[in-house]
T-cell receptor
Framework: GAVVSQHPSRVICKSGTSVKIECRSLDFQATTMFWYRQFPKKSLMLMATSNEGSKATYEQGVEKDKFLINHASLTLSTLTVTSAHPEDSSFYIC???????????FGQGTRLTVV | AQTVTQSQPEMSVQEAETVTLSCTYDTSENNYYLFWYKQPPSRQMILVIRQEAYKQQNATENRFSVNFQKAAKSFSLKISDSQLGDTAMYFCAFMSNAAGGTSYGKLTFGQGTILTVHP
């Protein structure tokens, strides 16, 4: 069964609005979670590292004010796409690092469409 | 910084046959993990197999096995007795084992290989 749950799986929003995506680790505590973006038939591009209780670390070229990340508990990280534009339309995937097993487990992904 | 290269954009295989997907990587670290992930049309990322760099023995998981050549920085995936359900995009990935480092837990992915299993 899924050990990382990502919600929603699909969302359509209007330009200028904000969208929140949740990522939950279900059977382990994750001090570190990661957010990726993926274009069709392409690899995963790391956007940011989410650390429980501290600020997220963003990869070069990723706007931190546009992609707000909050990791308020050991099982939940959220990504908020603010003032969404059509070019933000993409597939977003989270992963949670299981420190004990040293494995990363992925959520189901969220397909965001901005109209 | 680490890099991961998958030089085969697409591969195909007949059902029940064996196929090998290639992966090379570059790193200056000595202690790390390597992974193969499968992404079927549902786009759920599924962990297929993991290899610890300090282990010489190649990892195996049922029909999936790897050929890990540390000196050559090569990490290929062999799928035996291919099944239709193996059709997916496969990603090779590198993870540093430097606890406390800035790369801790980060996965660096290759470009991916689309595998199609034909009946």
């Amino acid at each position: 069964g899924a050990v990382v749950s990502q919600h929603p799986s699909r969302v359509i929003c209007k330009s200028g609005t904000s969208v929140k995506i949740e990522c939950r680790s279900l059977d382990f505590q994750a001090t570190t979670m990661f957010w990726y973006r993926q274009f069709p038939k392409k690899s995963l591009m790391l956007m940011a590292t989410s650390n429980e209780g501290s600020k997220a670390t963003y990869e070069q070229g990723v706007e931190k004010d546009k992609f707000l990340i909050n990791h308020a508990s050991l099982t939940l990280s959220t990504l908020t796409v603010t003032s969404a534009h059509p070019e933000d339309s993409s597939f977003y995937i989270c992963s949670a690092l299981d420190d004990r097993r040293y494995k990363a487990f992925f959520g189901q992904g969220t397909r965001l469409t901005v109209v | 910084a680490q890099t991961v290269t998958q030089s085969q954009p697409e591969m195909s295989v007949q059902e029940a046959e064996t196929v090998t997907l290639s992966c090379t990587y570059d790193t200056s670290e000595n202690n790390y993990y390597l992974f193969w992930y499968k992404q079927p049309p549902s786009r759920q990322m599924i962990l297929v197999i993991r290899q610890e760099a300090y282990k010489q023995q190649n990892a195996t998981e049922n029909r999936f096995s790897v050929n890990f050549q540390k000196a050559a920085k090569s990490f290929s995936l062999k799928i035996s007795d291919s099944q239709l359900g193996d059709t997916a995009m496969y990603f090779c990935a590198f993870m540093s084992n430097a606890a406390g480092g800035t790369s801790y837990g980060k996965l660096t992915f290759g470009q991916g290989t689309i595998l199609t299993v034909h009946p």
